[in-house]
């Protein structure tokens, strides 16, 4: 259950960090979902000036003193990775040398998460890689929500909060379905902690879908281990990029008698035709959180529903600032 203090509360507590002001600075990755968290805290968002030169060279500029302050960098690594990435090292790097007392990164969706570990001879390690650069460009904390994979905290030689977007799953779908007829399904064997967690949570029974993925990017359903039919099915996962996962599954489920398949999602990447590949399937709805700033094929799509994660953040940042418990927030 996610806990989260009053109104009243949450405005005293996020203007009084234990050590300095609290600052919010936000890069060009999300701006909407940082005026949100700023708008939650009831703080304004620290003026500064992230813009490219010519050549596409980035350049920061903090417009008002942040001496001595606790300063929150809000940026998603998202597309275009790199940049946002570099957003986020030269953001850190800035305020470092403007004497921030403590600076932690939120990043909402961590890209590079999916290169966790080499998958042949001589391939990187990518999402290790990141995390160095993160550390070394004088962050202190990070903070970020459903990791890909949960050993990634273990690539930080700082500390690392990450965080949980099952309360808010879990209190929409308690509010839009009958839990009688719903059953979690996990779109693959590697995922099903994740769905056995929000299954036991809002005491529903479980399936899997066994699929086999040919190459990157593409899957292919090969059987559904669960008894789905004249149930409403719930997909639940940390990301979708192609969607061809999540359209495959949803074919499967109806074809094994689903009434209805709907999908849960905490990063909706959507990639090149995503959007329109889910709008056009069997998929009743795709709901993903405002991790990533939604595209305008996104925004336009009827089947596709965005949950805030504003309040989470907003009240781990307090938390954070006022040295309290972040973990309590999902007692």
Not at 8 to 35: D, F, T, W, Y
Not at 304 to 330: H, K
Request: glycine fraction near 6%; proline fraction near 3%.
């Amino acid at each position: 259950m996610l806990n989260v203090v009053s109104s009243k509360a949450r405005g005293e507590a996020s203007m009084s960090a234990k050590n300095g002001s609290i600052k919010l600075v936000a890069g060009n990755s999300n701006p909407v979902l940082a005026q949100e968290i700023a708008d939650w805290l009831h703080l304004p968002l620290t003026k500064a000036s992230v813009r490219r030169f010519a050549d596409n060279e980035i350049f920061v500029e903090i417009l008002e003193n942040v001496r001595g302050s606790d300063a929150f960098i809000i940026q998603s690594t998202s597309f275009p990775a790199n940049d946002h990435m570099m957003e986020l090292l030269i953001i850190t790097d800035a305020l470092r040398r403007s004497s921030a007392r403590r600076i932690t990164a939120v990043i909402p969706y961590f890209g590079y998460a999916r290169q966790d570990r080499k998958v042949g001879s001589r391939a990187p390690i990518s999402a290790k890689l990141m995390a160095n650069l993160i550390t070394h460009a004088g962050v202190d904390r990070v903070m970020t929500l459903d990791l890909h994979a949960a050993q990634i905290q273990g690539f930080f030689d700082i500390p690392t909060d990450n965080l949980y977007a099952s309360p808010v799953m879990v209190r929409d779908i308690k509010e839009r379905f009958d839990l009688a007829n719903v059953m979690v399904v996990s779109p693959d064997v590697g995922g099903v902690v994740r769905a056995r967690g929000l299954a036991k949570r809002i005491n529903t029974p479980l399936a899997i879908i066994d699929k086999r993925r040919e190459r990157a990017g593409e899957s292919e359903v090969m059987n559904v281990i669960g008894d789905v039919a004249g149930y409403t099915c719930i997909l639940i996962d940390d990301i979708v990029d192609s969607g061809g996962t999540l359209v495959n599954a949803a074919d499967a489920l109806i074809a094994n008698g689903a009434k209805d398949v709907y999908a849960y999602i905490s990063h909706g990447v959507l990639s090149g035709g995503a959007a329109a590949r889910i709008a056009g399937s069997k998929l009743k709805e795709l709901v993903i959180t405002d991790s990533i700033l939604p595209t305008d094929a996104v925004n336009k799509a009827a089947n596709i529903r965005t949950l805030s994660i504003a309040p989470l953040i907003g009240e781990a940042i307090s938390r954070t600032a006022s040295e309290e418990s972040v973990s309590s927030l999902f007692d």
